[in-house]
Nanobody, 125 residues
């Protein structure tokens, strides 16, 4: 299993950014995918997730209405579209895949078994 996150960078407050996570080594379309973020000294926190075949999505309250998780099963890729970015969104962002058979979208790190390497998002105020 391999997850490769990309798309991070430096953006001004109010701007937008789209992260991508390319997956390989498993049946992507049957796998729940999640996005988390982490800042130094803090625990990794749930940002958003998407169910198998995009039946449903779930978001942290802090990003609802600003972030959107989507997936392209033909490309084995999950995306995190971020709008109206704030300085508080600055973090390393990670994509993760849930174990085979997971149906609901886990909101804790324990619900995922494989992780990408992370991509830095920095929002300047």
């Amino acid at each position: 299993v391999q997850l490769q996150a990309s798309g991070g960078g430096l953006v001004q407050a109010g701007g937008s950014l789209r992260l991508s996570c390319a997956a390989s080594g498993f049946t992507f379309s049957n796998t729940v995918m999640g996005w988390f973020r982490q800042t130094p000294g803090k625990e990794r926190e749930f940002v958003g997730g998407i169910s198998r075949r995009a039946y449903s999505t779930n978001y942290a309250d802090s990003v609802k209405g600003r972030f959107t998780v989507s997936r392209d099963d033909a490309k084995n890729t999950v995306y995190l579209q971020m709008h109206s970015l704030k300085a508080d969104d600055t973090a390393v962002y990670y994509c993760a895949s849930a174990p085979v058979g997971t149906f609901s979208i886990p909101i804790t790190t324990r619900g995922y078994d494989y992780w990408g390497q992370g991509t830095q998002v920095t929002v300047s105020s």
